[in-house]
């Protein structure tokens, strides 16, 4: 099954991607993982998300390596580190980027967080390297709404094309507030760690769910964050198996019965809840 996501240029791609986070960390692992992201890439897993702070810059090399030779396949996402984000360092870190990954150009570039340059020198920072061709887009990461509404009253913040947020079952707080104001302006909201972190997958049901469906908790997980109109699951896969199975989350069909009681279990937000963030 093939789900996608379009961005407000009208530009498509598949609501199920991968993440790179902890990848390239470990040579014993590089075989792989490049295995892994080349599978998921025959899956139709087409986007690839990175970033220069991933293993300082080792994530960008081994997912250079994957793509060689696939690069017009790809959906390309990398982040630029809070302090290079300035119309200063910005140009020289997205070169170094473009260089680890063996291409001319990121299809989407990601404040990965906001420090303290300013944001209008970001955005103006961002829009040197669109003019130059470097990225074809840009957008942000781990913004709050309050931010993001600070963003849009910037010269040029309005071209913002994602968000890339902290989305799970244990962490709807999203769900509230700035998910509903990211699509009411078709701007995707990129779930990184969307299988949680600890014992998520361990909870009963969870399992129960998954027994339901002849699949695995992080399967469910996965579907559950996919259901949402306008979200992007970026998880990490270190080998074939898992890629796969991420993959076959797509298949996974909610009824009526099932979404009651995740919403039991994992109840959405009520009110405004402060941004989750690893």
């Not at 139709?44 to 810059?57: K, R």
Request: charged share 25%; aromatic share 6%; glycine share 8%.
């Amino acid at each position: 099954m093939t789900r996608l996501v379009s961005f407000s240029d009208g530009t498509t791609v598949p609501a199920l991607g991968q993440g790179t986070w902890e990848i390239g960390d470990h040579p014993a692992r590089r075989d792989a993982e490049q295995q892994a992201l080349a599978r998921g890439l025959d899956l139709g897993l087409t986007l690839i998300d990175t970033a220069e702070l991933y293993g300082n810059g080792r994530s960008e090399q081994l997912v250079g390596e994957v793509i060689a030779g696939r690069r017009d396949e790809v959906f390309l996402v990398s982040k630029v580190r809070p302090e290079n984000a300035s119309e200063l360092k910005m140009m020289l870190a997205c070169e170094k980027s473009l260089e680890r990954l063996g291409t001319d150009r990121l299809d989407l570039y990601l404040l990965h967080w906001e420090g303290h340059i300013p944001l209008e020198e970001t955005v103006a920072a961002f829009q040197e390297l669109v003019d130059e061709g470097m990225i074809v887009r840009w957008g942000v990461s781990n913004l709050d709404l309050r931010a993001m509404e600070r963003l849009m009253e910037i010269e040029g913040g309005e071209d913002c094309a994602a968000n890339q947020l902290l989305y799970h079952l244990g962490s709807r707080g999203v769900e509230f507030d700035l998910l509903p104001w990211m699509q009411a302006r078709d701007m995707p909201m990129m779930a990184y760690s969307p299988l949680g972190r600890g014992g998520l997958l361990e909870h009963p049901l969870i399992r129960d769910i998954a027994d339901r469906h002849d699949a695995d908790p992080a399967q469910v997980a996965l579907a559950a964050v996919l259901r949402q109109d306008g979200v992007i699951a970026i998880p990490k896969a270190s080998s074939v198996d898992h890629v796969e199975a991420n993959a076959d989350a797509l298949e996974i069909q909610f009824d009526l019965e099932d979404l009651e009681r995740l919403d039991e279990a994992f109840p959405p937000p009520t009110r405004e809840t402060p941004l989750d963030i690893i």
